[in-house]
């Protein structure tokens, strides 16, 4: 199919090779709490979200 043609290009394009489905799951398998919870960090800073609230919110309901 041409999704199957698409994935098999991208893998070539991005990676050079073909990857197995096992190895996929291997490689995502490998990854540990602790980097994940490090990346979150990273990426989500207290500091910098923000929130946006359609309808009838008020501060009350917006206090977690």
Do not use: C, H, W
């Not at 098999?8 to 540990?32: C, H, M, S």
Request: glycine share 8%; no cysteine.
């Amino acid at each position: 199919t041409d999704s199957r043609m698409n994935a098999l290009a991208r893998n070539e394009i991005y990676f050079g090779k073909q990857t197995a489905p096992e190895e996929v799951v291997a490689r995502i398998d490998a990854v540990r709490r602790e980097e994940i919870l490090a990346l979150a960090g990273e990426m989500f800073r207290p500091g910098a979200l923000t929130l946006g609230a359609l309808g009838p919110v008020s501060e009350r309901d917006l206090i977690f």
